[in-house]
């Protein structure tokens, strides 16, 4: 009898103790919808309020820390930001998703590839508007190439011709 309550406390205390004893499954924190919004916040985020209770909670959360940190922008930096907040608003769901992943592969790049890129659109900063639309309308009209896999040539050898059945045998030859 008191080898098995000894036992019953001794899987307790060990249950206790284990990380699965203490495991507590917390559901992810709701960000709060655009009418919890404060004045304010509606005011910064005026761009994304027809979409923003579409949002999950990742990309709220993300919103209200840039929404937070407005204030301390200058004047021309917080009308840049909302310039980005409406053109990325017009954006389908998946241009975001292309924006998203050409971001995530320039942050991979070589330093050499972002100075590159960085030189170019430092080039096109500069165009006419006239030649930024037609550039636009360009990409627009269609899909961007990817380019080809880069295969380098080979020479290869040029094959014999093989006959299509076995020479004749001359049968009256010596073997």
Known sequence: MARARFGLILAVALWLASP????????????????????????????????????DGFRRKKWLGIAQRYRSLSAEEQARMQRRMTDWAKLTPDERKRARDKYKS???????????????????????????????????????????????ATALPKPQAVPSSPPAVDQAAPH
């Open 106 to 152: 320039l942050q991979q790049a070589t330093p050499e590839k972002k100075e590159s890129v960085k030189l170019k659109w430092q080039e096109y900063k500069e165009l006419p508007e006239s030649e930024k639309s037609r550039l636009k309308a360009e990409a627009t009209q269609k899909p961007t190439p990817r380019p080809a896999p880069s295969r380098k």
């Open 20 to 55: 699965l004893g203490h495991a507590v499954i917390v559901p992810p924190l709701s960000q709060p919808s655009w009418s919890e919004l404060n004045a304010e916040q509606k005011r910064i985020l005026a761009p994304l309020s027809a979409e923003w209770d579409k949002l």
